[in-house]
């Protein structure tokens, strides 16, 4: 069983949708959870990061962690074509600990049609 | 403000030839730092990461290695490479707790 798992889709979705991209994971140790997202030949770009469970928003996007369920949540409001890219759940124990590197799931394609 | 390069951006190689890949990170001092591959549909999988100059932890054996001669330079080699070994190769840095990994623009290697 992989530790983060995800979704790889493709997800496509009209402009101006909700999306909602989902994330489980198994490892209980794991306290920091977060979101990059990749453009096409691009490094990955940190989004969104969130510290156990609970929510964080910023403009258009909210981050969820629900850590009795172990799931990792990320919602685009008003979807723009822009926002067509992979994007990667990560999840990192904690610091000094022995889950002390950052896991990724395999991301999920998302397409924004105009 | 930290900045990290990373080169070449695309790299062709023949089967049994050597590789280093380099990467620099600027405006921070003492960096956690990694490599990743990225193959199709697998995600990002960790190949190393250093705590600091010398200090190296492999997380996948394999034919390559991975070295830090200096703080801010993290440098991943093969002596032979393989078929498998074609990929996207990322580096990254972090400095902190909970503020997430940074990452470098990739190199593509494609192993023929």
């Known amino acids: 069983q992989k530790e983060v798992e995800q979704d790889p889709g493709p997800l496509s979705v009209p402009e101006g949708a909700i999306v909602s991209l989902n994330c489980t994971y198994s490892n209980s140790a794991f306290q920091y959870f977060m979101w990059y997202r990749q453009y096409s030949r691009k490094g990955p770009e940190l989004l969104m990061y969130t510290y156990s469970s609970g929510n964080k928003e910023d403009g258009r996007f909210t981050a969820q962690v629900d850590k009795s369920s172990k799931y990792i949540s990320l919602f685009i409001r008003d979807s723009q074509p822009s926002d067509s890219a992979t994007y990667l759940c990560?999840?990192?124990?904690?610091?000094?600990?022995?889950?002390?590197?950052?896991?990724f799931g395999t991301g999920t394609l998302l397409a924004v049609q105009p | 403000s930290q900045t990290i390069h990373q080169w070449p951006a695309t790299l062709v190689q023949p089967v049994g030839s050597p590789l280093s890949l380099e990467c620099t990170v600027e405006?921070?001092?003492?960096?956690?730092l990694y490599w990743y591959r990225q193959a199709a549909g697998r995600g990002l999988q960790l190949l190393f990461y250093s705590v600091g100059i010398g200090q190296i932890s492999s997380e996948v054996p394999q034919n390559l290695s991975a070295s830090r001669p200096q703080d801010r330079q993290f440098i991943l080699s093969s002596k032979k490479l393989l078929l498998s070994d074609s990929g996207f190769y990322l580096c990254a840095w972090s400095v902190g707790q909970g503020f997430g990994y940074t990452f470098g623009s990739g190199t593509r290697l494609t192993v023929v």
């Open positions: 405006g921070t001092s003492n960096p956690n």
């Open positions: 990560a999840a990192h124990g904690p610091y000094g600990g022995a889950t002390n590197k950052l896991i």
